[in-house]
């Protein structure tokens, strides 16, 4: 079945450095959205992107979908002890991309060091 | 403004008891999920259920029963709970079919003696 791998598991930033975490497909997205859990808190929608190659920005946090639509990024500029949380991709379970069951990857989870 | 609302928050099991887990929403959203979270494996679908009176299995569906009788309502049931069930559960919802964010629950904490 379809596995979406998240990298890295962890990340150490001081405050003020930039962090990326990527997001890689076994089988081609109709879409991708972005959460982010706060610890000891629950998943919260940050976006979702559907268009091949497109690039979109909240702030200071750009998201990415490759060209294939098998892979994305999401990049947070200057850290904030903020952003401090962990961060999942989700792509649909099946190719068609609807009856909405999404399969998460295992999340990059991102300490922030004041 | 409550959205997604799951009950209860913790529960302490022994194995081979049984519960069940609430989860309402009040956004008039078609489609619920269970999902349940472990260090390191993400959110993994159990069962979920695209309209008032279906179910469907997720990813690990084993040892849990779901009842969806009212459109805001979704159960969560464990008829004889293992240890390898202690998880964070989680609830969502979403109103559209093919596109959409998830509107998570805060989360029901279990542990399984």
């Known amino acids: 079945g379809q596995q979406v791998m998240q990298i890295p598991q962890y990340q150490h930033v001081q405050e003020g450095e930039d962090f990326t975490t990527y997001c890689n497909s076994s089988?081609?997205?109709?879409?991708i959205q972005w959460y982010k859990q706060r610890p000891g808190g629950h998943p919260v929608f940050l976006i979702q992107l559907v268009k091949s190659g497109e690039v979109k920005k909240q702030k200071r946090l750009t998201f990415q979908f490759g060209e294939a639509k098998k892979n994305s990024s999401l990049h947070i500029t200057a850290t904030q002890t903020t952003d401090v949380g962990t961060y999942f991709c989700?792509?649909?379970?099946?190719?068609?991309?609807?009856?909405?069951?999404?399969?998460f990857g295992s999340g990059t989870q991102l300490t922030v060091l004041p | 403004n409550a959205g997604v609302t799951q009950t209860p928050k913790f529960r302490v099991l022994k194995t081979g008891q049984s519960m069940t887990l609430l989860c309402a929403q009040d956004?008039?959203?078609?489609?619920m999920y269970w999902y349940r979270q472990d260090p390191g494996m993400g959110l993994r679908l159990i069962h979920y259920s695209v309209g008032e009176g279906t179910t469907a299995k997720g990813e690990v569906p084993d040892g849990y029963n779901v009842s969806r009788l009212k459109k805001q309502n979704f159960l969560l049931g464990l008829e004889s709970a293992a240890p390898s069930q202690t998880s964070v559960y989680f609830c969502?919802?979403?109103?559209?079919?093919?596109?959409?964010?998830?509107?998570f629950g805060e989360g029901s904490r279990l542990t399984v003696l």
């Open positions: 956004m008039n959203h078609e489609y």
């Open positions: 989700a792509g649909p379970r099946d190719s068609s991309g609807s009856a909405r069951q999404l399969t």
């Open positions: 089988t081609t997205l109709s879409n």
């Open positions: 969502a919802s979403s109103g559209l079919a093919g596109a959409g964010e998830l509107f």
